[in-house]
């Protein structure tokens, strides 16, 4: 499970993975976001095992909505 938000220039994601599962996770970035998984530095790209992870990413790559 997933639960995310956006505030202002930030992108923050609070990720389930149930027990006996792995996650492949591909976070919201461009070139000049900053990217932190648990509270350490990470890249765009990245798998994460059964627990829950906390992930933030500064100037996310969010695509605009047309309306």
Known sequence: AVDWT????????????????????????TPGSVIELDGSPASADFTVTHGTHHLTVSNPLIAAHAG
Do not use: L, R
Request: proline residues 8%; hydrophobic residues 55%; glycine residues 8%.
């Open 6 to 29: 956006i505030s202002g220039d930030s992108f923050a994601a609070e990720i389930v993975v149930p027990f006996g599962i792995t996650a492949e996770v591909s976070a919201p970035a």
